[in-house]
C-alpha cells in the first residue's frame, strides 16, 4: 500500500541509451512532479503536472520528456542519455484540496550513466 | 524567485542533547508554507515538520519543534532529545501552496553517540 512509487529504483545505462522512469500515486492526488538530486545533494524542481496537464517546465533539456497518462501516473522519459544526467530523480505528489500542501515523495531512482 | 538559505552544511549534536538547524528564505508572498524533509541514507525524502505562515503558533511534532519568525523570513527546526536515528540530510522547503517545492541546499546533521 506503497502511497507514491517509482520503478526502478536503480538504473545503470550507457551514454546515448534511451530509458524511462515510471511514477504512481495512489493517493488519490491531483498534482505531481519530478525532481532532481544531484552530486551535491540539490533539490530541483524539473516538472509539475496537475489534472494531467504540464504546468511547470523548469529549464531542462527537451531530452526529457514527461508523460502523464492519468492523474496517478507521471512517467519520464529521456532521450540520448548523457554522463551529466547521472542523479537521483524523485516523483512527488499533493493536492490541492489540502490545507498544508505537504508534498508525498517517491523512493526515488538512483540513474547512472557510464 | 523565492530561494531558502540553509547556512549550516553540516552540524553535529550529542545524543540526548539539542540541535538547532537554522533556514532563511525571501518571499514576496504572505501566505505560504513551509517544511523541514529529513533524508536518510536510504534516501527517502521523510516529512518532518509543516508550518502554515498565517498561524503564528509554532509548529510541533513530538521531539521537533520550529522556531517561525515571519518578519525576520526564518524558519529553524530544533531537534530535541537527538537520537542517533535522526542522522540525515535535512531540507528546508518552501512552498505558496500546491505548487513544487523549492529546497534549501541541506543541512547534514552527524549524532554522536
Known amino acids: 500500500d506503497t502511497a507514491v512509487s517509482q520503478t526502478p529504483k536503480y538504473l545503470v545505462t550507457q551514454m546515448g541509451n534511451d530509458k524511462s522512469i515510471k511514477c504512481e500515486q495512489n493517493?488519490?492526488?491531483?498534482?505531481m512532479y519530478w525532481y532532481k538530486q544531484d552530486s551535491k545533494k540539490f533539490l530541483k524542481i524539473m516538472f509539475s503536472?496537475?489534472?494531467?496537464?504540464?504546468?511547470i517546465n523548469e529549464t531542462v533539456p527537451n531530452r526529457f520528456s514527461p508523460k502523464s497518462p492519468d492523474k496517478a501516473h507521471l512517467n519520464l522519459h529521456i532521450n540520448s542519455l548523457e554522463l551529466g544526467d547521472s542523479a537521483v530523480y524523485f516523483c512527488?505528489?499533493?493536492?490541492?484540496?489540502?490545507?498544508?500542501?505537504?508534498?508525498?515523495f517517491g523512493p526515488g531512482t538512483r540513474l547512472t550513466v557510464t | 524567485a523565492q530561494t531558502v538559505t540553509q547556512s549550516q552544511p553540516e552540524m553535529s549534536v550529542q545524543e540526548a542533547e539539542t540541535v538547532t538547524l537554522s533556514c532563511t528564505y525571501d518571499?514576496?508572498?504572505?501566505?505560504?508554507?513551509l517544511f523541514w524533509y529529513k533524508q536518510p541514507p536510504s534516501r527517502q525524502m521523510i516529512l518532518v515538520i509543516r508550518?502554515?505562515?498565517?498561524?503564528?503558533q509554532n509548529a510541533t511534532e513530538n521531539r521537533f519543534s520550529v522556531n517561525f519568525q515571519k518578519a525576520a523570513k526564518s524558519f529553524s527546526l530544533k531537534i530535541s532529545d537527538s537520537q542517533l536515528g535522526d542522522a540525515a540530510m535535512y531540507f528546508c522547503?518552501?512552498?505558496?501552496?500546491?505548487?513544487?517545492?523549492?529546497f534549501g541546499k541541506g543541512t547534514r546533521l552527524s549524532v554522536i553517540a
Open positions: 512527488a505528489s499533493s493536492h490541492r484540496a489540502t490545507s498544508s500542501y505537504e508534498q508525498y
Open positions: 518571499t514576496s508572498e504572505s501566505d505560504y508554507y
Open positions: 522547503a518552501y512552498t505558496v501552496g500546491n505548487t513544487p517545492l523549492v
Open positions: 508550518q502554515e505562515a498565517y498561524k503564528q
Open positions: 493517493l488519490g492526488h491531483d498534482t
Open positions: 503536472y496537475n489534472n494531467k496537464e504540464l504546468i
